[in-house]
């Protein structure tokens, strides 16, 4: 049993390696055609639930590709595709977002951004034509599928505006079915990124995860992210009497420093916390008690029931402030993503793929960070492992993070991006018949 055992995990191991080669053959003709479809995209930028190009862009590749289970207007502006393999079995979801940032481009390359003030300075671009690249590398080769593929092409990843009162982007899609009917036994999603820090490090140096580099973090990987809107009501009287009034200003100001203190003071230090105030605004003159002031921000952390309970300390110290003062207030408070937690089997899985498509040494475990990402609606319908594609160059001058005007990746990782989300996909439908 023993022999027999070594016999099939060899044979196993010769089929990866000898699909990698065939898998590599074919990125390698098919890269001209990538950086074409990266480059358009790039040059057409499309805002959240505006992706009309870009969605037509991507059904219009899958259907040259001959894909025939396409389904568009997913969520708005989405494209949802199914990929049946040479050989019936599970189905396995790759997940790529579509939209930009309403960012203006700086930098000058040929391929920069045609639309004024719109920009994708977070790499959607290069994880739509990934998730494209990674459907005409698996149609090429549907003999090496045993099961079937489904991709999503998600509008509206980025944030919604604090007005905006419905679902968008992969929680609309997912309340649409789209994690049915076939259902993933898992999902996985990439994410372009530049700058990170390594699991380990003390330092505050930049470390760059760079083009061919896969990174990971076990666990938790982005926060819940939340938005909250307060306003203080006070009472206005003339800057010379200020006893006559209620100061909203005085009373904005307490409670901001009061609310720095749940992090510092309040809250149990091992849990990650972030509270931010990024916006204030009141008063009508310099020589006017503000009646009115109000605020803007942000609360980050990673555990659901934790969240509630900062949510509970605000709303304390804000009652208890403005009560002691005179005033009032009122607070809206927005849920928007929940926190991404990746899958440890799907990890311990799909790890030993990636180091053996990339190396060892160019699979980096990263520390977590506060950000929030969305995709986190699909890996709470199924296990879920969300990666890092590292696109960082120095010699080309690619070392900006995301979210800025001088963003951009070497192009030189979409292969890396195809290759190791077509060879996960595969292993881990080899490893669910």
Request: glycine letters at 8%.
């Amino acid at each position: 049993m023993k022999y027999l055992c070594l016999l099939l995990l060899s044979a196993s191991l010769y089929a990866a390696d000898t699909r990698d080669a065939l898998f590599q053959k074919s990125i390698d003709e098919m890269f001209p055609r990538l950086v074409e479809i990266r480059r358009d995209i790039h040059m057409h930028p499309e805002l959240p639930n505006e992706e009309v190009r870009t969605s037509k862009l991507v059904a219009d590749r899958l259907k040259a590709l001959g894909f025939t289970d396409i389904k568009t207007g997913v969520a708005k502006t989405g494209v949802v595709a199914v990929l049946k393999g040479a050989q019936d079995g599970p189905c396995v979801a790759v997940r790529a977002d579509m939209d930009a940032l309403p960012i203006k481009e700086l930098r000058s390359a040929p391929y920069r951004s045609q639309n004024p003030g719109v920009m994708h300075a977070c790499g959607h671009d290069v994880h739509t034509t990934c998730a494209l690249g990674v459907a005409e590398l698996l149609m090429r080769h549907r003999d090496q599928v045993k099961g079937s593929v489904k991709f999503l092409f998600q509008p509206a990843e980025e944030a919604m505006p604090a007005t905006y009162k419905g679902d968008w982007g992969a929680k609309l899609m997912v309340a649409e079915g789209v994690m049915e009917n076939p259902k993933p036994a898992a999902v996985f999603g990439l994410h372009t990124t530049a700058v990170v820090q390594p699991a380990g490090s003390t330092d505050d140096a930049v470390h760059y995860l760079k083009a061919g580099q896969i990174g990971y973090t076990p666990g938790y990987d982005n926060a819940n992210s939340d938005r909250f809107h307060i306003t203080i009501h006070g009472k206005m009287a003339h800057g010379s009497a200020p006893h006559k009034g209620v100061d909203a200003i005085a009373v904005a100001a307490e409670a901001i420093m009061a609310l720095q203190m749940i992090k510092s003071r309040q809250t149990n230090t091992r849990q990650p916390l972030v509270i931010s105030i990024g916006t204030i605004s009141g008063g009508d003159r310099e020589n006017i008690i503000a009646e009115k002031v109000e605020l803007g921000g942000t609360v980050r952390t990673y555990d659901a029931a934790f969240r509630d309970g900062v949510i509970e300390q605000m709303e304390r110290i804000l009652k208890g402030i403005t009560s002691a003062h005179g005033a009032t207030y009122e607070m809206e408070y927005r849920k928007t993503y929940p926190s991404i937690h990746n899958d440890q089997k799907l990890i311990d899985a799909t790890l030993p793929v990636f180091r053996r498509i990339v190396g060892d040494k160019n699979v980096i475990e990263l520390i977590p960070g506060m950000g929030g990402e969305d995709f986190s609606f699909f890996a709470q319908v199924v296990p879920g492992f969300y990666f890092r594609l590292g696109v960082a160059n120095e010699e080309k001058g690619f070392t900006y993070g995301g979210h800025t005007p001088m963003y951009d990746c070497d192009e030189e990782s979409l292969k890396t991006g195809v290759a190791v989300m077509a060879a996960a996909v595969c292993d881990f439908l080899d490893a669910s018949r």
